[in-house]
């Protein structure tokens, strides 16, 4: 079983609605959770980091995390075209850090 | 957040030659930093645990006496692509935490093109 898991897709949203990326861990003991963003041909960037039950809210993007479920999952409100890209979920467990494979992203005008 | 700087960009590299790649956190300190390379449209492939001061520890299936980690001091990480083929073409990123528990920031990347 891997450690991060998430849905390859693609993910097809209109403009202005709300994209919804998911994620599950294997570590119950995991206490750190990220979300990347990956464009095209470009290195990752951290867009949240959440470490407590609950949302997290940064702008248009809130991070929920579940931890009884094991889960967390990355909501973009009000999507744009320019949030077309990779999502990867990353967690640290054991003071490893392991990714997930990414979800695809289109935001379509 | 940190910044995490790696160099060069690009390179393009005849066969049988080696390239090097270094990764600089610019402000703050890494005990530890990760390589990793990306082929078009795949996922992260982690390739190594760079350790300052001590050796690296390579994922399954990673050479380690083709790829070249060093870790010489606790800002800067350098892989060494020897002997380089062009099934080596690809795109390496390495990523640095400030601390155990902590986000990971990544280079740039280096796009590496073996003719």
């Known amino acids: 079983q891997k450690e991060v898991e998430q849905n390859s897709g693609p993910l097809s949203v209109p403009e202005g609605a709300i994209a919804s990326l998911n994620c599950t861990y294997s570590?119950?003991?995991?206490?750190?959770f990220f979300w990347y963003r990956q464009y095209s041909g470009k290195s990752p960037e951290l867009i949240m980091s959440i470490y407590s039950n609950g949302d997290k809210e940064d702008g248009r993007f809130t991070a929920q995390l579940n931890k009884a479920s094991q889960y967390v999952s990355l909501l973009i409100r009000d999507s744009q075209p320019s949030d077309s890209a990779t999502y990867l979920c990353a967690v640290i467990s054991g003071n490893q850090f392991y990714f997930g494979t990414g979800t695809s992203l289109t935001v379509i005008p | 957040g940190a910044v995490v700087s790696q160099h060069p960009s690009w390179v393009i590299c005849k066969s049988g030659t080696s390239v090097k790649i270094e990764c600089r956190s610019l402000d703050f300190q890494a005990t530890t930093m990760f390589w990793y390379r990306q082929f078009p449209k795949q996922s992260l492939m982690l390739m190594a645990t760079?350790?300052?001061?001590?050796?690296?520890?390579?994922e399954q299936g990673v050479e380690k006496d083709k790829f070249l980690i060093n870790h010489a001091s606790l800002t800067l990480s350098t892989l060494t692509v020897t002997s380089a083929h062009p099934e080596d073409s690809s795109f390496y990123i390495c990523s640095a935490s400030p601390g155990a528990s902590t986000e990971a920031f990544f280079g740039q990347g280096t796009r590496l093109t073996v003719v």
């Open positions: 570590d119950r003991g995991s206490q750190s």
């Open positions: 760079s350790n300052e001061g001590s050796k690296a520890t390579y």
